[in-house]
Structures are given as C-alpha cells and as structure tokens.
Nanobody, 121 residues
C-alpha cells in the first residue's frame, strides 16, 4: 500500500502564497503520475494539477493556470504545489494523489489524507 502525506497547508490572506508538499512512501515513486486535487466545502473533489513521471509534462485546471505550479523531486519521493496569488475561492482541502495511468486520465489510485488551505479576504 502506498502512503501519501501532505503538508504545508494553513491560513493565508488573499494574494499570498503557500507551498504544499506530498511525501510518498515506497521505492517506485518515479513510476507514478502525481496530481493534486482539492475539495471545497459542499463541493465535489476537483482536479488541480498533474505532473508526468519524469516531471517533463504538467497539466493544470483552468482556474489555477498562471498561479499554481506543480513540480516533483524523484530523489526525495516528493511532489509540490506552489500556490501564488491565492484568493478565497482556493479555500479547500488539498489532496495529493498517484496514478499508474496517463497524466490525462482522471482516475487516481492512491490518495493522501489532505491538508487544509484557507484563504481569507
């Protein structure tokens, strides 16, 4: 079983920045496409960003393009989400996820416990 542990969430004012981290267990981290999802109160979980196995390709939801950057360090088994220019609409629980499938696929196999991001106005 793969274990994913998110960290870096917190409270930030609108316009501020946060960097989320997701540490993955195991020795095959580079075999997985990694992604970030978020779930706002009363809403469904939605895709935020994805990154290919080598980090050469990325994908973003339209709502975060130009503001968020996903990256990974396969030597550290860690994926990151740099979030800039945050606004209250970004408030959500953010989840790290892994999939064996392509970066375009919306199906992920493993999930972290989530980390809360709250953006105040």
């Amino acid at each position: 079983q793969v274990q994913l542990v998110e960290s870096g969430g917190g409270l930030v004012q609108a316009g501020g920045s946060l960097r989320l981290s997701c540490a993955a267990s195991g020795r095959t981290f580079s075999n997985y496409v990694m992604g970030w999802f978020r779930q706002a109160p009363g809403k469904e979980r939605h895709f935020v960003a994805g990154i290919s196995r080598s980090g050469g390709s990325t994908m973003y939801a339209d709502s975060v393009k130009g503001r968020f950057t996903i990256s990974r360090d396969n030597t550290k088994n860690t994926v990151y989400l740099q979030m800039n220019s945050l606004n209250p609409e970004d408030t959500a629980v953010y989840y790290c996820a892994q999939t064996w499938r392509s970066i375009i696929s919306g199906t992920y196999d493993y999930w972290g416990q989530g980390t809360q991001v709250t953006v105040s106005s």
